[in-house]
């Protein structure tokens, strides 16, 4: 870690050389800084956040190069430092603030730094995942730290730290996901994470979840037709015979939302009511959603469920066997042999979902960033969050190889795999067996790319 000053305050003699740009992005004029910043809650702080290399021109994703960070104090630059990528700050009503390192490189991992306003580094923590976002309390007394997604213990977590004590003093995976942004009660030793539509879900400083029940009630409240499919689907795994008219009728919720413009969506819908009228004994059902659910999409994956119904109720002569009830029960995703079928499937809305709207296809591809691209592979699970914040040139090449994939596994749709192969995937996620799997193989049609 190098400073560039102490801490002795330097007085800016430009009127306008600190100036905020928008609401998110800050210019130091005499320090040739800009980028984006945290405030503290009072207004009294300002924490810039330049992750480049300006003498060399880069930024972002790189191997060389530190970027730079500057807290000012009313419109005083008090401490700039550097270190490889700072990419996410914040800063507390005394000065106290943090700092989270990407680092250089393909690898997952980050660094969090947390100094006084003085510019002293009061403690650092490693992480063996990328940071998402952090926060700290008002009182400086605290600070949070949000993982993304890894292969390893600390993916998807959240850390709490006591600066005081400069340790992690809670650890935790949220139940509701990756937060906005967090608020403090130190004095309750509460904090709360937010989310859009003025969500917000406390959690006790020990890791405790004190909103578990308003959580997942407003969970479904909220969920959008699209997010009642997916969320029907994940709660179908573990599901008890009790709860599956629920979720059924969650889905005939989504069918009366309007579901219909969402195509893909439609499709998986009627393939989700197949499965819980399944595992509840409605044949007949079941096999009527399955047919709707491949005259929209005769790749979603349920063919030979169909088939096996078919041939059981003309074999049998009846339907709506009635299952015993009280017992766990699990789709047949989890308790059958995957087959390539239904990964190429899963791969699909994968890509459909990370890539809609871009323009990924302009990217030249660059065979350099082969070797990077199966190491991220190698490190999975891979969100979509994730992939965004790959640069794009290796955006582009993973988006090839899925692609190669998707027509790999079209043209050996009976392929087996374990019953746990898509387990963590979906379609904005890909699990570690799938990234491995495909890390393993390597380019299914390497003669399509000359």
């Not at 996901?177 to 509460?190: L, M």
């Not at 079928?341 to 591809?365: C, D, H, M, R, W």
Request: with cysteine.
């Amino acid at each position: 870690m190098k400073w560039l000053f102490g801490s002795k305050k330097k007085k800016v003699s430009e009127k306008d050389d600190v100036r905020k740009v928008g609401s998110r992005m800050l210019r130091i004029s005499s320090l040739d800084m800009f980028g984006p910043y945290s405030e503290s809650r009072d207004g009294r702080y300002l924490l810039l956040r330049q992750d480049s290399d300006r003498e060399q021109g880069r930024g972002g994703y790189r191997e060389s190069g530190n970027g730079k960070f500057a807290l000012v104090d009313n419109g005083c630059v008090v401490f700039v430092g550097e270190c490889e990528r700072p990419t996410e700050g914040a800063v507390s009503n005394i000065g106290t603030f943090a700092i989270t390192d990407t680092l250089f490189g393909d690898k997952l991992g980050s660094k969090l730094y947390v100094y006084s306003a003085d510019g002293s580094l009061l403690f650092e923590h490693s992480f063996s995942a990328n940071t998402l976002n952090i926060g700290i309390s008002p009182e400086g007394t605290h600070v949070v730290a949000q993982m993304c997604n890894s292969d390893t213990n600390d993916s998807g977590k959240l850390f709490l730290f006591e600066i005081s004590q400069a340790k992690v003093i809670a650890a935790l995976t949220p139940e509701t996901g990756w937060a906005n942004e967090y608020e403090f009660s130190v004095a309750e030793e509460i904090l709360s994470l937010c989310y859009r539509g003025n969500r917000k879900y406390a959690y006790r400083f020990d890791g405790t979840f004190l909103d578990a029940e308003r959580f997942e009630r407003e969970r479904v409240e909220d969920a959008s037709p699209t997010e009642l499919v997916l969320l029907v689907r994940e709660k179908i795994k573990t599901a008890t015979n009790e709860e599956l008219p629920g979720l059924l009728s969650l889905i005939e919720r989504a069918f009366a939302d309007n579901l219909s413009e969402y195509h893909d969506y439609r499709a998986l819908a009627f393939r989700v009511k197949g499965e819980i009228n399944e595992s509840l004994g409605n044949k007949d059902q079941a096999i009527a959603a399955y047919r709707e659910a491949i005259k929209i999409d005769p790749k979603i994956g349920v063919k030979q469920r169909l088939k096996k119904l078919e041939k059981a109720n003309a074999s049998s002569g009846s339907s709506n066997t009635k299952k015993k009830k009280g017992k766990p029960t699990t789709n047949n995703v989890a308790t059958s042999s995957i087959t390539g079928e239904i990964v190429q499937e899963t791969i699909y809305n994968f890509t459909q979902y990370a890539f809609i709207g871009g323009s990924i296809k302009e990217t030249p591809l660059d065979t350099e960033k082969f070797a990077s691209t199966f190491t991220i592979l190698r490190e999975g699970p891979l969100s979509q969050q994730e992939l965004a914040a790959q640069s794009l040139p290796i955006q582009r090449v993973i988006y090839e190889l899925l692609t190669q994939y998707i027509m790999f596994f079209s043209m050996n749709p009976s392929l087996p795999f374990p019953p746990d192969f898509l387990y963590q995937s979906n379609s904005k996620m890909l699990g570690h067996q799938v990234t491995a799997y495909i890390a393993e193989h390597g380019w299914p049609f390497p003669q399509m790319l000359q």
